[in-house]
Antibody, heavy 123, light 110 residues
Framework: QVQLVESGGGVVQPGGSLRLSCAASGFTFSSFGMHWVRQAPGKGLEWVAFIQYDGTKKYYVDSVKGRYTISRDNSKNTLFLQMNSLTPEDTAVYYC????????????????WGQGTLVTVPS | QTVVTQEPSFSVSPGGTVTLTCGLNSGSVSRNYYPSWYQQTPGQAPRTLIYSTDTRSSGVPNRFSASILGNKAALTITGAQADDESDYYCMLYMGTGLWVFGGGTRLTVL
């Protein structure tokens, strides 16, 4: 079965950096695009970043452009999110999500979700 | 700026039917936005319910259905059950690498 396990969250001071990982199993990781989605405490879901199955296309929400970098290592079935210049507004649970088969769903919609990892940037 | 709108809250009686909607601050929602719906209970990860406007994800009960109603996407729960009490989010694909979630609807079953 599909499993997505995030790690790397923690407390980081403003201006600091953190690298999140998402270990994938139960599917052919190299064939699927992946998203990062975050949820600030008590708030709704916010899409953060997407990477195509082969890593050639990457997209970001405006608020993280230039600060976050999404990447993947298909040989290790792992997705990453490098977060730099963190601010208190980046405090959230970060979820990784696999997309549906793009042939079936061209919009790269989220299919399976991990349990999330909490990033806290104190003010 | 694209804003996806949802009712902040809704309530339904057990066994009742409720329709949640998903709109755009400017323009109409159509199938071209590939609307999707997610269910989230407190402390849990989101669960994908519906994709591509009206297709139920694997394992989703058929009491959940979705469509385009007028100028909005809509999620209908028919025969609501107590464990349907959750937050529901819609998401629209705006094209060329931009996905936008609505603010979510908190559904109470009482």
């Amino acid at each position: 079965q599909v499993q997505l396990v995030e790690s790397g969250g923690g407390v980081v001071q403003p201006g600091g950096s953190l690298r999140l990982s998402c270990a994938a199993s139960g599917f052919t990781f190299s064939s699927f695009g992946m998203h990062w989605v975050r949820q600030a405490p008590g708030k709704g879901l916010e899409w953060v970043a997407f990477i195509q199955y082969d890593g050639t296309k990457k997209y970001y929400v405006d608020s993280v452009k230039g600060r976050y970098t999404i990447s993947r290592d298909n040989s290790k079935n792992t997705l990453f999110l490098q977060m730099n210049s963190l601010t208190p507004e980046d405090t959230a649970v970060y979820y990784c999500a696999k997309v549906f088969d793009v042939v079936v769903v061209p919009a790269d919609t989220m299919d399976y979700w991990g349990q999330g990892t909490l990033v806290t940037v104190p003010s | 700026q694209t804003v996806v709108t949802q009712e902040p809250s809704f309530s339904v009686s057990p066994g009742g039917t409720v329709t949640l909607t998903c709109g755009l601050n400017s323009g109409s929602v159509s199938r071209n936005y590939y609307p999707s719906w997610y269910q989230q209970t407190p402390g849990q990860a989101p669960r994908t319910l519906i994709y591509s406007t009206d297709t139920r994800s694997s394992g989703v009960p058929n009491r959940f259905s979705a469509s385009i109603l007028g100028n909005k996407a809509a999620l209908t729960i028919t025969g609501a059950q107590a464990d349907d009490e959750s937050d529901y989010y819609c998401m629209l694909y705006m094209g060329t690498g931009l996905w936008v979630f609505g603010g979510g609807t908190r559904l109470t079953v009482l």
